[in-house]
């Protein structure tokens, strides 16, 4: 189909340069300072990928859709830009989906562009090649789904999706171009002036002064205060602010998993190593960027100390709707996190009263014995490498290296690796996020690693790894400083479950004993290393950081460690819950 905008001569024709709608989707993207794409070829999208990369793009490509897709998501969360995924047709596009719901669910932008088949022959059903009606199975799965009919809207299209994926809630948008698009052709003048440079594409949300006054008030009179970090926190990217908001207030703070180290996991007003007391005993808790979930047992129950006095919370969030989602939210702050604490600094001068040494000496010392109790830990070494020492190295390699960036998945494997290892620095830690998923490892680290040109460490369960494990060789491919550390411990959660029904199939949880996964990096050309001891373990991480080649350890983890689920085995119903 010609998009010809308007009638023009037979000589005009001729001689006019033309653009299409593959040049026009390169040079929206590109107008719009999006420099790297995560995808996966294939019709109708390959020439687009080698038009791309020819017109300087970097094209990362992947071994299937859903790491791709992860991959955008980490590259949004770390970069404020959106990240782009870009997937063929129906089965590309389905795998796509999962790493689009995931970002939309974490509050991280990215955009699925995929391709997609004839409209008259996907709308009519009648049996087209990857015959799919993709915009209408998105769209309950992301922010916002367009989809781009004739080359003169390719430039709105582009524009819609980057301004809905980083305004407000950051979050997942699709965007849907049939083949034929790609084909169009208009008049090269006409297309060029049809792209869109979205201004602003997040504009900054200024509280309301009523509001931060009410905040403040709820602050100032607390006894026993409390800041709580999210991933909100650390994606906002104004880490002075909100070191200066701890540091003026002197009110403890808890990270979340994705805020660690946006102040040192170090800090004096760290509260992690009292975490249980914190939650109970707060009688003001603050809330900046994290949503009362599941991950904070929605703010009431034992968790929050129930019954032991009122509790009452601020909440600093960009999204108007999540006050109250779970409990009363006595002083709702709306804005984005940087205007939003900065209106607060406004008011915390030198008279600011700190917190009762009551409270603050309280969780000093409960800190105190829970890190004596946990060096303790650490320092053994028993016969058989467990969760414990292994971390211990992983713990002093990060602390090395503060700049490195550590991907986290698995059960046992993502908790202790959490609460065992410390972080210094922000947005270095990325892991299962709100829905506690698997599968995320290799995406985020390939992205990690592209978007920051940092050492990039991957600590991984082995049935976590398995789900993008094929990606190593993406990582070899692209020669990305990555090291990947498999916990094997030979199965789901643990490797020693027996066949209830004592026939020759192994447990459902159990995989193949002493599998050797350091060999599948070396079939790529990477580094494998067979770890068995935390003295083999520093060995080889020290190396991978060393050399930055992709690298991979398998760490050979105590079999009967660990406990089913982890730290959230009670989410297991009743009948589980008796192993
Ligand atoms: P965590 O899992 O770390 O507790 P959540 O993902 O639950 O964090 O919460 C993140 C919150 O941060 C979301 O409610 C989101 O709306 C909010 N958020 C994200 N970016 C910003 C921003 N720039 N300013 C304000 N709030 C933000
Ligand atoms: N599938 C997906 C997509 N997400 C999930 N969270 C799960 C399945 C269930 N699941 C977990 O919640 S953790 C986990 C699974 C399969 C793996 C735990 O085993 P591991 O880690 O080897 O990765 P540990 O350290 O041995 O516990």
Request: proline share 6%; glycine share 10%.
């Amino acid at each position: 189909m010609s998009a010809v905008l308007s009638p023009v001569s037979a000589s005009e024709q001729e001689t006019a340069p033309t653009i299409d709608g593959f040049q026009l989707v390169i040079e929206a993207l590109k107008l719009n300072g999006i420099d790297t794409v995560f995808g996966l070829p294939g019709i109708p999208i390959t020439d687009l990928t080698r038009k791309m990369q020819a017109e300087g793009l970097r094209v990362i490509s992947f071994r299937h859709e859903q790491h791709a897709g992860n991959a955008a998501a980490a590259a949004g969360f770390l970069t404020q830009k959106p990240g782009i995924c870009l997937t063929v047709s129906a089965p590309g596009f389905l795998n796509g989906l999962t790493a689009l719901a995931n970002a939309t669910t974490n509050c991280f932008p990215m955009i699925l562009i995929s391709g997609s088949s004839e409209r008259e022959i996907v709308d009519l059903q009648q049996g087209d090649y990857e015959e799919m009606d993709q915009l209408a199975i998105a769209k309950p799965l992301c922010k916002a789904a367009y989809r781009v009919l004739h080359a003169e809207d390719i430039g709105v299209g582009v524009a819609r999706a980057i301004r809905s994926a980083l305004s407000g809630r950051p979050g997942g948008v699709y965007l849907d171009l049939p083949a034929k698009l790609f084909a169009q052709s208009m008049d090269a003048v006409k297309g060029r002036a049809s792209l869109i440079k979205v201004v602003d594409p997040a504009p900054r949300q200024i509280p309301a002064p009523d509001a931060v006054k009410r905040a403040l008030d709820l602050l100032r009179g607390a006894k026993r205060p409390l800041i709580l970090l999210g991933k909100g926190a650390a994606y906002a990217q104004c880490d002075a602010e909100i070191r200066a908001l701890v540091e003026k207030t002197g009110i403890p703070y808890l990270p979340m998993s994705m805020a660690k180290g946006l102040l040192p996991d170090t800090h004096a007003l760290s509260a992690s190593a009292a975490r249980s007391y914190v939650l109970e005993q707060a009688d003001v808790v603050m809330l900046v960027g994290a949503r009362l979930n599941w991950l904070l047992s929605h703010g009431k129950g034992k968790t929050w100390g129930a019954g032991q006095g009122p509790k009452q919370f601020i909440q600093i969030d960009i999204s108007p709707i999540e006050a109250d989602s779970n409990v009363a939210i006595a002083a709702p702050l709306v804005g984005d996190i940087g205007s939003c604490v900065s209106a607060l600094l406004g008011f915390i001068g030198p008279s600011w009263s700190k917190p009762p040494a009551e409270w603050t000496g309280a969780i000093a010392e409960r800190k105190d014995k829970n890190l004596s109790k946990m060096a303790e830990t650490l320092a053994k070494n028993p016969p058989t490498m467990n969760f414990h020492s292994a971390l211990a190295v992983v713990r002093n390699t990060v602390k090395a290296n503060p700049e490195a960036i550590v991907v986290n998945e698995g059960a046992n494997t993502l908790d202790f690796t959490r609460s065992i290892v410390d972080m210094y620095e922000p947005r270095k830690r990325l892991d299962v996020g709100t829905w506690g998923i698997m599968g995320i490892g290799m995406g985020f680290a390939v992205a990690a690693a592209v978007v920051t040109g940092k050492r990039v460490i991957a600590i991984e369960g082995d049935s976590a790894f398995g789900f993008s494990g094929m990606e190593v060789e993406t990582i070899c491919r692209y020669d990305l400083p990555v090291c990947v550390v498999v916990f094997n411990n030979n199965g789901v959660y643990k490797g020693t479950d027996v066949n209830l029904g004592g026939g020759k199939d192994v447990a459902p949880t159990v995989f193949v004993k002493n599998a050797r996964y350091d060999m599948m990096m070396m079939a790529f050309g990477g580094v494998g290393v067979h770890a068995t001891t935390p003295a083999e373990l520093d060995k080889a991480l020290k190396e991978a950081i060393a050399s930055g080649k992709p690298t991979l350890i398998n760490a050979v983890i105590d079999e009967t460690a660990g406990t089913e689920s982890g730290r959230i085995t009670s989410l297991n119903p009743t009948a589980a819950k008796k192993k």
